[in-house]
């Protein structure tokens, strides 16, 4: 199973263990102790550079900043002052996420009384994708603008891809992906819009997307799989009243 960062941070059972590092070098005592603080088992920290700390995490090497805050685990996590995670990575994808939404890239059901939006990876094949499409309306209604990046899950060149690219081609595209939603067709074309296709495939990629539909919340957070409209507006905070 892929280990990642995340899951080191956020495992209840991780246990602190011993960590080797210089004794008359305070800086990295220091890191010892905040990754004991956090549950993080260490095996070893040593110091690389000024600027550069590397420590073995589970048998991994992981890089940090000299004050710990920052670590490279193949994705860049920040911590504030009360050790809570910010991940740096999936932040920048957000702000790719909201660059394919201002030009055009993703495909906005906006909501009339906008109070609230998300971002959602979406595959017209995908049973589940499908059972969300159903409740856009209501989610408009509620205040909650669905942007939909397009993840066909079987990959360029399949029909599915295809079908999604002429969805967003066509003159209504809206009106051609809840026909494809609903299993039905719609006619092949091509355009320029059509890249949309492939650059929701490459973020998704990016993101090590794992299934549809996945929500993008604002700042990068991925919560995969269906939800209901009631926890939608809790995981997005939408004032109900």
């Known amino acids: 199973m892929k280990r990642t960062l995340t899951f080191l941070l956020l495992a209840s059972l991780s246990m602190a263990g011993t960590v080797t590092a210089a004794s008359d070098d305070t800086e990295l005592n220091a890191i010892a102790a905040k990754m004991k603080a956090r549950n993080i088992a260490v095996d070893k920290v040593q110091r690389l550079s ?20 920052i670590m490279l685990f193949g994705q860049a996590v920040q911590f504030d002052k009360n050790n809570r995670p910010t991940n ?26 906008e109070k609230a939006s998300v971002v959602v990876f979406t595959d017209v094949t995908c049973g589940y994708c499908q059972k969300f499409h159903s409740q856009v309306p209501e989610l408009t209604a ?12 079987s990959g360029p060149g399949t029909p599915s891809f295809e079908n999604m690219s002429s969805a967003w081609c066509a003159a ?55 939800h209901s409209v009631e926890d939608i507006i809790k995981m997005l905070a939408v004032p109900t009243a």
Not at 50 to 69: C, Q, R
Not at 142 to 153: M, S
Not at 186 to 215: D, F, Q, R
């Open 50 to 69: 000024k600027h550069l700390i590397e420590m073995s995490i589970n048998g991994e090497t992981v890089y940090a900043t000299p004050d710990g805050d």
């Open 88 to 113: 740096l990575t999936v932040a920048a994808s957000w702000r790719q996420a909201e660059t394919m939404i201002a030009d055009g890239t993703a495909m906005t059901f906006k909501a009339p009384k």
């Open 142 to 153: 509620k205040g909650i603008t669905v942007h939909y990046v397009a993840y066909p899950r």
């Open 172 to 226: 209504d595209p809206r009106e051609a992906i809840s026909a494809l939603f609903l299993g039905g067709q719609v006619p092949n074309a091509k355009c320029a819009k059509g890249n949309a296709i492939n650059k929701g495939w490459a973020l998704g990629l990016k993101v090590s997307l794992e299934s549809t539909p996945t929500l993008m919340l604002p700042c990068g957070h991925l919560v995969t799989g269906y």
